[in-house]
C-alpha cells in the first residue's frame, strides 16, 4: 500500500507541474474513498418539507480519499427494508427535497459529489428509527461511496412521534410510522417529546438534531427542533414501503 501511495504522490505532484498548477492534486487523484477519511454526520436527520426552506436540515457528505475530495464520487444513502417501513415518507415529495432513485424494498437516496468530494441530501419524511428500540436487519441506514461503505446510521426527525406520542419502534410489533390516514406534522405530541431534552440538555438520539453529535442536547440541537414545533410543518405521507 506505502508503494501505491507514493507513486501516485509522484505522478500527480508531477502532472500538477507540468500542467502549472503548482502542487495541487487533481481530484481524478484522490483516491477510492476511505471509510475512515470520509465525514457522515452521526444521524441521518430528515423532516416532512426535507428540510429545504433556509436549508434549516441537510445531510452533507464527504467523500475523501488518501488525497483529498473525490471528485464526482457516486454516493448512495440506503434505509433498509425494515427501517423502510418504520418511516413516514413524505409524498409527494416537496420542492427542492431530493426524490429517491428507490422507494422498495429498501429506500435510496443518490448523488454525485462536487469538486470537494461533498454530497448534500434533503430527505423529506419523518419518525425517528434508532438503536436499542430498532430490531431489523443489520443497519437502519447505509451510506456508500462509489459502491464502499463509509458508513451505518441511525434516523431522527423533529417529527419524531405520532399524535399519540408513539415512536414508530414503540410496541411489539413495532407500532411503524408516524403517518396517520395519509397526513404527518410537527405537532404538539412531538413538542412533548422534545422539550424536556431541548430544555435538560440531557441526551436522547431522537432530539440530537444538528451537529456537534453526542453527549449532551445543544442550542443548535433545540433551535432546528423549534422551528419545526412552531410552524407546525407537515406533509402528506405514505407508510413505508408503497
Same mark, same amino acid.
Given at each position: 500500500?506505502?508503494?501505491?501511495?507514493g507513486?501516485?504522490v509522484i505522478v500527480?505532484?508531477t502532472?500538477?507541474?507540468?500542467?502549472?498548477t +503548482?502542487? =495541487?492534486i487533481p *481530484?481524478?487523484?484522490a483516491? $477510492?474513498?476511505?471509510p /475512515?477519511?470520509?465525514?457522515?454526520?452521526?444521524?441521518? @436527520?430528515?423532516?416532512?418539507?426535507g428540510?429545504?426552506?433556509?436549508?434549516?436540515?441537510?445531510?452533507s457528505?464527504?467523500?475523501?480519499?488518501?488525497?483529498?475530495g473525490?471528485?464526482?464520487?457516486?454516493v448512495?444513502?440506503?434505509?433498509?427494508?425494515d427501517?423502510?417501513?418504520?418511516?413516514?415518507?413524505?409524498?409527494p415529495?416537496? +420542492?427542492g =427535497?431530493?426524490? *429517491?432513485?428507490?422507494t422498495? $424494498?429498501?429506500r435510496? /437516496?443518490?448523488?454525485a459529489a462536487n469538486?470537494?468530494? @461533498?454530497?448534500v441530501?434533503?430527505?423529506a419524511?419523518g419518525?425517528?428509527?434508532v438503536?436499542?428500540?430498532?430490531a431489523?436487519n443489520?443497519?437502519?441506514?447505509?451510506i456508500?461511496?462509489?459502491d464502499?461503505?463509509?458508513?451505518q446510521?441511525?434516523?431522527?426527525s423533529?417529527?419524531?412521534?405520532?399524535g399519540?406520542?408513539?415512536?414508530?419502534?414503540d410496541?411489539t410489533p413495532?407500532?411503524?410510522?408516524v403517518?396517520?390516514?395519509?397526513?404527518m406534522s410537527?405537532?404538539l405530541?412531538?413538542?412533548?417529546?422534545h422539550s424536556p431534552?431541548?430544555?435538560?440538555?440531557?441526551?436522547?438520539?431522537?432530539?440530537?438534531?444538528?451537529?456537534?453529535y453526542g453527549?449532551t442536547?445543544?442550542?443548535?440541537?433545540?433551535?432546528?427542533?423549534?422551528?419545526?414545533?412552531?410552524?407546525?410543518?407537515g406533509?402528506?405521507?405514505?407508510?413505508?414501503?408503497?
Amino acid at each position: 500500500m506505502e508503494r501505491v501511495f507514493g507513486v501516485t504522490v509522484i505522478v500527480a505532484s508531477t502532472l500538477a507541474l507540468l500542467t502549472g498548477t +503548482g502542487s =495541487a492534486i487533481p *481530484p481524478a487523484f484522490a483516491g $477510492p474513498p476511505g471509510p /475512515y477519511l470520509s465525514v457522515v454526520p452521526n444521524f441521518i @436527520t430528515i423532516a416532512p418539507d426535507g428540510g429545504v426552506p433556509g436549508d434549516i436540515i441537510s445531510i452533507s457528505i464527504q467523500v475523501l480519499g488518501p488525497l483529498g475530495g473525490v471528485d464526482g464520487a457516486f454516493v448512495t444513502i440506503e434505509f433498509s427494508e425494515d427501517a423502510t417501513a418504520l418511516i413516514a415518507w413524505s409524498d409527494p415529495v416537496p +420542492g427542492g =427535497a431530493d426524490v *429517491p432513485v428507490q422507494t422498495c $424494498p429498501t429506500r435510496v /437516496y443518490a448523488k454525485a459529489a462536487n469538486t470537494s468530494g @461533498t454530497a448534500v441530501f434533503h430527505i423529506a419524511g419523518g419518525g425517528c428509527v434508532v438503536e436499542p428500540a430498532y430490531a431489523g436487519n443489520l443497519y437502519i441506514c447505509e451510506i456508500k461511496a462509489d459502491d464502499v461503505i463509509l458508513a451505518q446510521r441511525e434516523v431522527n426527525s423533529p417529527d419524531v412521534v405520532n399524535g399519540d406520542g408513539d415512536l414508530p419502534t414503540d410496541g411489539t410489533p413495532p407500532l411503524g410510522p408516524v403517518c396517520n390516514a395519509g397526513l404527518m406534522s410537527v405537532s404538539l405530541a412531538d413538542a412533548v417529546f422534545h422539550s424536556p431534552f431541548f430544555k435538560s440538555g440531557n441526551y436522547e438520539k431522537c432530539s440530537d438534531l444538528s451537529g456537534p453529535y453526542g453527549g449532551t442536547i445543544e442550542l443548535g440541537d433545540a433551535t432546528v427542533g423549534t422551528a419545526y414545533i412552531k410552524a407546525g410543518t407537515g406533509a402528506s405521507c405514505s407508510a413505508g414501503c408503497p
